[in-house]
């Protein structure tokens, strides 16, 4: 493995399932190697699943079946940074699928708890203005949206109303 970092993701049993999820939303994106345990652990049995190798958006990570009683929380989020309103539909959508859930200002929760952020480029470039009456404007804007909206952040920036 010739990658210096990559998250390492806690699932109760179902790592496997969850990486072929993401696989199948995120362009360059594989399964590089599912790791059956060679023993007993607390998270499963002997033959079990333990790790999922995956490449999720070019980037490594490491799927953990490592058992229940560790939820994800809103302490540990991943951004997906996309150019229009399709694409931030595309991802917000398949995301949600089977369960997940909005919650406010571009995050959500998929149906294995993890937390994302669907964040529009705009939004960014909004929020890291020069301007301080534009950041305000973009910021106010993104305050009263659960699912960011590009029009509406590119008209809080232009300072249309």
């Given at each position: 493995?010739?990658?210096?970092?990559?998250?390492?993701?806690?699932?109760?049993?179902?790592?496997?399932?969850?990486?072929?999820?993401?696989?199948?939303?995120?362009?360059?994106?594989?399964?590089?190697?599912?790791?059956?345990?060679?023993?007993?652990?607390?998270?499963?049995?002997?033959?079990?699943?333990i790790t999922?190798?995956?490449?999720?958006?070019?980037?490594?990570?490491?799927?953990?079946?490592?058992?229940?009683?560790?939820?994800?929380?809103?302490?540990?989020?991943f951004?997906?940074?996309?150019?229009?309103?399709?694409?931030?539909?595309?991802?917000?959508?398949?995301l949600?699928?089977?369960?997940?859930?909005p919650?406010?200002?571009?995050?959500?929760?998929?149906?294995?708890?993890?937390?994302?952020?669907?964040?529009?480029?705009a939004?960014?470039?909004?929020?890291?203005?020069?301007?301080a009456?534009?950041?305000?404007?973009?910021?106010?804007?993104?305050?009263?949206?659960?699912?960011?909206?590009?029009?509406?952040?590119?008209a809080?920036?232009?300072?249309?109303?």
């Open positions: 493995m010739a990658d210096k970092i990559a998250p390492c993701l806690w699932f109760d049993g179902n790592a496997e399932e969850a990486m072929r999820f993401y696989a199948g939303i995120f362009p360059d994106s594989s399964i590089d190697k599912v790791n059956p345990s060679p023993s007993d652990w607390p998270g499963g049995k002997a033959g079990g699943t999922v190798e995956a490449t999720i958006l070019g980037a490594p990570y490491l799927a953990l079946n490592g058992g229940p009683d560790q939820p994800f929380t809103d302490a540990v989020s951004q997906i940074y996309t150019d229009d309103q399709a694409e931030t539909d595309r991802y917000w959508n398949a949600l699928e089977g369960g997940g859930e919650m406010a200002c571009s995050w959500l929760s998929d149906r294995y708890g993890v937390r994302w952020q669907i964040v529009p480029r939004l960014m470039d909004g929020l890291r203005h020069e301007d009456e534009v950041r305000s404007r973009v910021f106010a804007a993104m305050s009263q949206m659960i699912k960011i909206d590009h029009d509406a952040i590119e809080a920036i232009e300072g249309a109303s």
